[in-house]
């Protein structure tokens, strides 16, 4: 196929399109597979920066794995994605709300355990323990809002 036809190709492919797409059934702005209270979890939560402690992939496997779920290893925010479609009741949050707890709860011990054993870093593992904290009560915030009646 030289450059003409696939030329030809693409602006029959075009005018075709915009056939199709003319009642704007096509719109872009297709609503999301999962609602924004998840993207805002992903953005409080993920981030180590923010919640204090990071998950890894292994984590996010482990923690479906415990709520009878699996998934293939993925980037990360997928992964989170797959694990969050199964909520569909406020027990299926809570029961994500649970392990997410017991990862952040864990790892916290080990800041903990740190900061004593090497006192020169507990002002460190202190500000991730008090942002551990801070997620977890965001999570409650979350479930409050979007699982409980008003």
């Given at each position: 196929?030289?450059m003409k036809?696939?030329?030809e190709?693409?602006?029959e492919?075009e005018?075709?399109q915009?056939?199709?797409?003319?009642?704007?059934?096509c719109?872009t702005?297709?609503?999301?597979?999962?609602?924004?209270?998840?993207?805002?979890?992903?953005s409080?939560?993920m981030?180590?920066q923010?919640?204090?402690i990071?998950?890894s992939?292994?984590?996010?496997?482990?923690?479906?794995?415990?709520?009878?779920?699996?998934?293939?290893?993925?980037?990360?925010?997928?992964?989170?994605?797959?694990?969050?479609?199964w909520?569909?009741t406020?027990?299926?949050f809570?029961?994500?709300?649970e392990?997410?707890?017991?990862n952040?709860d864990?790892?916290?011990e080990?800041?903990?355990?740190?900061s004593q054993?090497?006192p020169?870093?507990?002002e460190?593992?202190?500000?991730?323990i008090e942002?551990?904290?801070?997620?977890?009560?965001?999570?409650e915030k979350?479930?409050?809002?979007?699982?409980?009646?008003h």
């Open positions: 196929m030289n036809d696939l030329n190709l693409r602006g492919f005018q075709m915009q056939q199709i797409c003319s009642d704007d059934s719109d702005d297709a609503p999301e597979d999962y609602p924004d209270y998840l993207k805002a979890i992903y409080e939560i981030p180590p923010k919640s204090g990071y998950f992939r292994w984590d996010l496997k482990r923690m479906a794995e415990q709520l009878d779920e699996s998934f293939a290893i993925d980037v990360r925010e997928r992964m989170f994605q797959k694990f969050m479609q909520v569909a406020p027990d299926d809570k029961s994500v709300i392990c997410f707890s017991e952040m864990f790892k916290s080990i800041y903990k355990e740190y054993k090497y020169a870093t507990k460190i593992f202190d500000v991730k942002k551990v904290e801070n997620a977890k009560r965001y999570f979350v479930y409050n809002e979007f699982f409980t009646e």
